[in-house]
Protein backbone atom coordinates (compact mmCIF):
# COMPACT_ATOMS: atom_id res chain seq x y z
CA UNK A 1 0.00 0.00 0.00
CA UNK A 2 2.86 2.41 1.07
CA UNK A 3 4.68 1.82 -2.56
CA UNK A 4 1.62 2.06 -3.97
CA UNK A 5 0.66 5.53 -2.27
CA UNK A 6 4.49 6.86 -3.28
CA UNK A 7 3.58 5.91 -6.98
CA UNK A 8 0.64 7.12 -7.55
CA UNK A 9 2.02 10.72 -5.36
CA UNK A 10 5.18 10.88 -7.62
CA UNK A 11 2.86 10.47 -10.41
CA UNK A 12 0.89 13.19 -9.45
CA UNK A 13 3.96 15.89 -8.73
CA UNK A 14 5.57 15.32 -12.17
CA UNK A 15 2.14 15.67 -14.09
CA UNK A 16 2.34 18.70 -12.48
CA UNK A 17 5.64 20.07 -14.07
CA UNK A 18 6.80 20.20 -9.77
CA UNK A 19 10.36 19.30 -9.19
CA UNK A 20 10.89 16.14 -6.55
CA UNK A 21 13.33 16.38 -4.18
CA UNK A 22 14.94 13.01 -4.45
CA UNK A 23 15.16 10.69 -6.84
CA UNK A 24 12.67 7.82 -8.10
CA UNK A 25 15.20 5.30 -6.88
CA UNK A 26 15.72 7.07 -3.62
CA UNK A 27 11.92 7.78 -2.96
CA UNK A 28 10.32 7.22 0.46
CA UNK A 29 7.69 4.99 1.39
CA UNK A 30 6.71 7.30 4.06
CA UNK A 31 7.05 10.88 2.27
CA UNK A 32 7.39 12.72 -1.22
CA UNK A 33 9.60 15.78 -0.92
CA UNK A 34 8.57 18.35 -3.45
CA UNK A 35 10.60 21.21 -4.51
CA UNK A 36 8.54 23.95 -6.41
CA UNK A 37 10.83 26.09 -8.01
CA UNK A 38 9.61 29.28 -8.11
CA UNK A 39 7.08 29.10 -6.02
CA UNK A 40 7.53 30.05 -1.72
CA UNK A 41 6.35 26.40 -0.36
CA UNK A 42 5.22 28.03 2.54
CA UNK A 43 2.41 29.99 0.57
CA UNK A 44 1.59 26.58 -1.04
CA UNK A 45 1.35 24.86 2.70
CA UNK A 46 -0.76 28.41 3.78
CA UNK A 47 -3.34 27.97 1.37
CA UNK A 48 -3.20 24.25 1.64
CA UNK A 49 -4.37 24.13 5.30
CA UNK A 50 -6.98 27.71 4.91
CA UNK A 51 -8.38 26.43 2.22
CA UNK A 52 -8.56 22.38 2.39
CA UNK A 53 -8.02 21.87 5.84
CA UNK A 54 -5.05 19.77 4.45
CA UNK A 55 -1.38 19.95 6.57
CA UNK A 56 1.95 19.39 4.15
CA UNK A 57 5.20 19.21 5.84
CA UNK A 58 7.38 22.07 5.36
CA UNK A 59 11.11 21.63 4.89
CA UNK A 60 14.17 21.88 7.19
CA UNK A 61 16.59 24.05 8.10
CA UNK A 62 18.03 25.04 4.84
CA UNK A 63 15.44 23.71 2.92
CA UNK A 64 12.58 25.97 4.29
CA UNK A 65 10.41 27.73 1.98
CA UNK A 66 12.12 25.65 -0.70
CA UNK A 67 10.35 22.33 -0.08
CA UNK A 68 6.62 21.04 1.15
CA UNK A 69 6.22 17.25 2.12
CA UNK A 70 3.32 14.96 1.13
CA UNK A 71 2.81 11.98 3.72
CA UNK A 72 1.80 8.96 2.51
CA UNK A 73 2.38 6.50 5.59
CA UNK A 74 0.25 5.46 8.40
CA UNK A 75 -3.45 6.10 8.03
CA UNK A 76 -3.79 7.34 4.73
CA UNK A 77 -5.40 6.04 1.85
CA UNK A 78 -6.22 6.44 -1.79
CA UNK A 79 -8.78 9.25 -1.12
CA UNK A 80 -6.00 11.29 0.94
CA UNK A 81 -3.60 11.62 -1.88
CA UNK A 82 -6.43 12.23 -4.43
CA UNK A 83 -7.79 15.16 -2.34
CA UNK A 84 -4.76 16.02 -1.94
CA UNK A 85 -3.21 16.65 -5.19
CA UNK A 86 -6.44 18.42 -6.17
CA UNK A 87 -6.29 20.99 -3.01
CA UNK A 88 -2.51 21.21 -4.90
CA UNK A 89 -3.74 21.75 -8.09
CA UNK A 90 -5.96 24.77 -6.85
CA UNK A 91 -3.24 25.91 -4.84
CA UNK A 92 -0.90 26.32 -7.32
CA UNK A 93 -3.57 27.70 -9.76
CA UNK A 94 -4.00 30.48 -7.09
CA UNK A 95 -0.47 31.19 -6.98
CA UNK A 96 -0.25 31.68 -10.51
CA UNK A 97 1.22 28.70 -11.44
CA UNK A 98 0.33 28.12 -14.64
CA UNK A 99 2.74 24.22 -16.45
CA UNK A 100 0.41 22.21 -15.78
CA UNK A 101 -2.93 21.28 -17.62
CA UNK A 102 -5.68 21.57 -14.71
CA UNK A 103 -6.34 18.07 -13.35
CA UNK A 104 -3.61 16.49 -14.89
CA UNK A 105 -1.62 15.45 -11.21
CA UNK A 106 -5.21 13.93 -10.21
CA UNK A 107 -5.55 11.97 -13.22
CA UNK A 108 -2.01 10.59 -12.84
CA UNK A 109 -2.56 9.49 -9.56
CA UNK A 110 -5.60 7.97 -10.61
CA UNK A 111 -4.00 5.88 -13.39
CA UNK A 112 -1.79 4.50 -10.97
CA UNK A 113 -4.34 3.72 -8.10
CA UNK A 114 -6.20 1.94 -10.83
CA UNK A 115 -3.58 -0.25 -12.21
Not at 64 to 76: A, E, S, T, Y
Request: glycine letters at 8%; proline letters at 3%.
Amino acid sequence: RHARLTQDTRAAIKALNLALYAPDDAASPAITAVAPAGIDAEKIRSIMKKRFDIALAGGQDHLKGQVFRIGHLGFVCDRDILAAIAGLEASLQELGYESFAPGAGVAAAAKVISA
